[in-house]
């Protein structure tokens, strides 16, 4: 430590219990610049910096990644609202776990006693506690739904964007009141926010705690129109015939209860009202799946084919059997990818078993996805709406 109360970076780093070459790393992205560089080049370090790098390291500690670190504010309002999200992801990573360890356990004891488990069975056990359904759902703030959005917004053909086009199909009146199931990170009313009329009741829900408190922080608090629910699509907290329009995007493959949640959305809806569920095809943003396939045949970008659940082929089918009038309404577009890091950003946020071979095997994996690029790649979109009445 130097007389005026600074440190060199390698003091720094020996009061710090980090190397050098981590303080390089920090310095280079952004996480923590020093405060004073020396007429020779050195890099001199504060008091201050040494608290902002025990909050990096701390938040390390709790499970944050440097990317979120960085777009953690130390702000109180900020940071209580990003370690509830943290709390609320490893509260899922424990059901999971504890899931885990009971079919282990099953299976050990069924090993013991018979030598060789029935392996249909245990199949069977795991979608019957829940696990798989638990797996679809482990994210719970806006950070990975952010980067699947982003590679949209940025490499989309068509002219007229995905929300606003959802947002001209849905009619909205001034007076009404609009529910949004799963509202995600908010992004839908964002980008529409200059078409909303001055008077209207909009309600954003979503079954995460920690996605909700992220995107009310997006919207003004003096904004009489958003109200914010906790609550699950299957049961919806309102009174019957209470709404004029409920907008599900992308959402309602993950309802456990799909017939179930369709009879609630029914009845919250008033007589006449519109329901517009957006979902899509088999052919969807298959080249991505292709080429993370490509690089180990192991990798399930979904842990399911959501479509399959609930998609364009067999939605109208299951719409019908609760509203008189449904039509599907494709969105004609395409994707064409020219950076490599958007591309791969999007393929890590999935929810599916990639990071089990592409974690360890990052710079590999880059280079593979950089070859494959070229100078651009094209993606295939199959996606729309069932406007339902």
């Known amino acids: 430590m130097k007389d005026n109360g600074t440190y060199t970076s390698g003091a720094f780093a020996k009061k710090a219990h980090v190397t050098k070459k981590t303080l390089r790393y920090y310095a280079e992205h952004g996480f923590l610049t020093p405060s004073a560089i020396s007429e020779n080049g050195s890099r001199i370090y504060s008091e201050k910096d040494f608290e902002r790098i025990q909050r990096i390291l701390l938040l390390k500690y709790l499970g944050f990644s440097l990317e979120e670190i960085k777009n953690t504010e130390p702000e109180k309002g900020s940071l209580i609202s990003s370690l509830e999200q943290q709390m609320i992801l490893l509260e899922e990573k424990i059901k999971q776990m504890n899931l885990v360890k009971e079919i282990l356990q099953d299976t050990m004891e069924v090993v013991r006693k018979n030598g060789e488990p029935d392996w ?45 086009w959802i947002f001209k199909h849905c009619g909205v009146k001034p007076g009404q009141t609009v529910l949004e199931l799963g509202c995600g990170n908010g992004d839908f009313w964002i980008e529409n926010m200059r078409a909303l009329p001055k008077e209207m009741n909009i309600m954003l829900s979503d079954n995460s ?51 179930g949640t369709l009879k609630e959305i029914k009845r919250v809806l008033k007589p006449g009202g519109t329901f517009i569920c957006s979902t899509y095809g088999p052919n969807h943003m298959k080249e991505i799946n292709d080429l993370a396939r490509g690089f180990d045949d192991r ?53 599916g078993n990639q990071n089990q071979y592409i974690v360890d095997n990052y710079k590999e994996f880059k280079d593979y996805v950089r070859t494959r690029m070229g100078t651009g790649f094209y993606v295939t979109k199959e996606a729309g709406i069932f406007i339902c009445r």
């Open 299 to 351: 990798i399930v970008l979904a842990a399911k084919n959501l479509y399959e659940i609930f998609g364009k082929t067999n939605g109208n089918k299951l719409l019908e059997k609760e509203f008189v009038s449904v039509d599907w309404c494709e969105y004609k577009d395409s994707l064409y990818v020219t950076e490599e890091k958007d591309l791969t950003d999007y393929i890590v946020s999935c929810h």
């Open 209 to 259: 705690k920690g996605v909700l408190v992220e995107t009310k922080n997006r919207f003004a608090e003096d904004d009489g129109r958003f109200s914010f629910m906790l609550m699950d699509m299957e049961k919806i907290l309102l009174p019957d015939s209470s709404v004029d329009i409920v907008i599900a995007n992308h959402v309602l493959f993950y309802a456990s209860d799909i017939l």
């Open 120 to 164: 249909t069975e245990l199949l069977k056990q795991v979608t019957e506690t829940g696990l798989k359904e638990s797996l679809l759902r482990q994210y719970v703030d806006t950070s990975n739904i952010s980067v699947r959005i982003r590679l949209h917004s940025l490499y989309s053909q068509n002219k007229e964007k995905w929300f606003p």
